[in-house]
């Protein structure tokens, strides 16, 4: 994955204002050349150097062309710079659209369980994090039902990879949302079902604002283990390898919902651009999820 | 600085042919075409050279600075799109093309030397001043040669000499016998008679006779006296000290 991106809007449109100015200046410089060739006594161009008058003549025409290609280094910035913005603005719209509190919720009850309200899922998960003992939670894990808890459909994939808040994390959530999967009730799939998704490319603005939520989760996350580890002090290893199942089924889900919402292909940078969706999926989602179906199962 | 309307005289021809190293070498044919040559203006072409080399200078500097901002900033996105794909990978080595073509130019512009050339057109201007002056004399001389002893078309029916006084007297041989430097004639016919002081010269035949002078000017006009053309057109003759 790339570092972050850096794109400054007063730059690239004073760089695609000089980049105009750019070529009118090779161009005049073509210009000049020429009328400087056409207008002095030629008996002391003859004089020159032999080749210096041929390498003026050439210089004109070379400017000539870098005039021209300037031009459509212009045009080209400019298409760029179009197309990053109106891909920004719909990122915006469609993240302005969503109801992030009700991400919140859905977010803080893992299960998927249609938006309840985030005290009474905290409450939920408590009561079922101190049932689970070492080998019920080594069961799970073997069923692949590590992350399943209560739920079926996309969001799975966030609650088992997502877990390391990376950006490979939001990506497979989006993943798995998009497909379909499940029945989650979650509204962020329903946004990739109806067709949203094919419009996005998940640029810097998308990210910005999933980082902004992977570290509310991460906050409320914090707080809901701490609770963890009042209430299981007497098992401590048992308590620490639920905060981590936490920790990563929340951050994963905060990146992953958020992402869903521009989701479509999977693409969180300029680098996937090109991908097309099923490629996105596939690099993404982990091997262990690639298949819904057995998910599902 | 615009000289081409210095060039647009008929001697336009001949201004490629008198390269400055063959004038200043003086490996140039004595011709007519050489008084029309002009002289370089060497104050209008060193203000020609700098102001070129000023101006790109001038410009080269202010675009190569904005090549390498947007250079930079377009690195700075770290994107591809406008940095790293194939088009933009493309597009931003076509600038950078530029930035480099702008430095080849102005290393160019630093191999002339303003210096030499600006000796080199003295030394063009003086030598052609040279050539000038000799070669107009050079085609006067030939030109006189070449008419000295044609029969004039005028015929003069009778002629009167004062050998023995008057003042006339002087010339009388001279004249007679087309020896002296400033007549024009010479006459062809006996005397026919005389009265002692005055020789009467009838059946008179006149031949061109035109003598030289060091001063150019003084030839030519004896060649209007007889009538005969200048070998070169004066009105064109530019740039020359007599």
């Known amino acids: 994955m ?16 000089n980049s105009s100015t750019i070529g009118s200046n090779a161009d005049s410089i073509s210009s000049d050349i020429q009328h400087f060739l056409h207008s002095v006594d030629p ?100 069923k692949g039902l590590i992350g399943r ?16 808040g990376s950006i490979g994390g939001l990506q497979n959530n989006a993943a798995s949302i998009s497909r379909g999967s499940g029945n989650n009730t979650g509204s962020y799939a329903s946004l990739v079902g109806l067709g949203v998704a094919s419009v996005l490319e998940g640029v810097g603005a998308l990210v910005e604002e999933a980082k902004e939520k992977k570290e509310a989760q991460e906050r409320m ?65 982990p091997q262990d999820f690639s298949n819904s179906d057995e998910n599902k199962a | 600085m615009d000289l081409t309307s210095k060039f647009t005289l008929n001697t336009s021809n001949y201004t490629n042919t008198l390269k400055m190293n063959d004038v200043i070498s003086g490996n140039v044919p004595h011709t007519e075409n050489v008084l029309y040559v002009p002289g370089i203006d060497k104050a209008a072409f060193m203000a020609a050279l700098k102001a070129l080399k000023e101006n790109v200078s001038a410009t080269v500097e202010t675009t190569d600075e904005m090549i390498h901002t947007i ?67 050079e085609l006067l001389e030939d030109a006189a040669q070449e008419a000295n002893g044609q029969k004039c078309k005028k015929t003069e029916t009778s002629r009167a000499f004062y050998p023995n006084d008057g003042a006339n007297h002087s010339y009388y041989n001279e004249e007679k016998n087309g020896t002296t430097k400033v007549v024009t004639k010479r006459y062809k016919s006996g005397v026919v008679s005389s009265d002692g002081k005055i020789e009467y010269i009838t059946k008179v035949e006149t031949y061109t006779w035109i003598q030289c002078s060091d001063n150019v000017s003084i030839t030519e006009h004896r060649f209007r006296e007889v009538g005969i053309d200048l070998p070169y057109s004066p009105s064109k003759i530019v740039d020359i000290d007599l």
Request: aromatic share 6%.
């Open chain 2, 71 to 137: 250079d930079n900033g377009l690195a700075e996105t770290n994107s591809n799109r406008f940095y790293r794909n194939g088009d933009a990978v493309k597009q931003v080595t076509n600038m950078n093309t530029l930035s480099s073509d702008m430095k080849g130019l102005m290393e160019l512009f630093g191999q002339i030397s303003e210096d030499r050339i600006a000796a080199a057109i003295d030394s063009y201007n003086s030598s052609l001043g040279a050539l000038k002056r000799t070669t107009r004399k």
């Open chain 1, 43 to 142: 008996r002391v161009l003859g004089y020159f150097d032999a080749d210096v008058t041929t390498k003026l003549n050439q210089y004109s025409t070379t400017m000539e062309n870098d005039s021209d290609n300037m031009q459509h280094f212009g045009q080209w910035l400019n298409d760029t710079y179009d197309d990053y913005v109106q891909t920004v603005t719909k990122v915006k719209e469609i993240a302005n659209s969503m109801d992030f509190n009700k991400v919140d919720s859905t977010i803080n009850g893992v299960h998927g369980t249609e938006g309840k309200p985030k005290e009474e899922e905290e409450k939920k998960e408590e009561e079922e994090v101190l049932v689970l003992t070492p080998e019920e939670e080594e069961e799970r894990k073997r």
């Open chain 1, 221 to 285: 996350a914090d707080e809901t283990l701490v609770e963890e580890e009042k209430k299981s002090s007497n098992d401590k290893d048992d308590s620490k390898e639920k905060e981590e199942k936490n920790d990563n089924v929340l951050l994963g889900m905060g990146i992953g919902l958020a992402a869903a919402a521009a989701a479509g292909k999977f693409v969180l940078s300029d680098d996937d651009k090109d991908e097309d969706e099923e490629k996105a999926i596939q690099k993404y989602m």
């Open chain 1, 149 to 164: 808890r209560g739920s079926d459909g996309g969001e799975q994939n966030a609650f088992a990879e997502g877990g390391n």
């Open chain 1, 2 to 17: 790339s570092e972050l991106k850096k794109y400054d809007d007063n730059f690239l449109s004073e760089s695609i204002s």
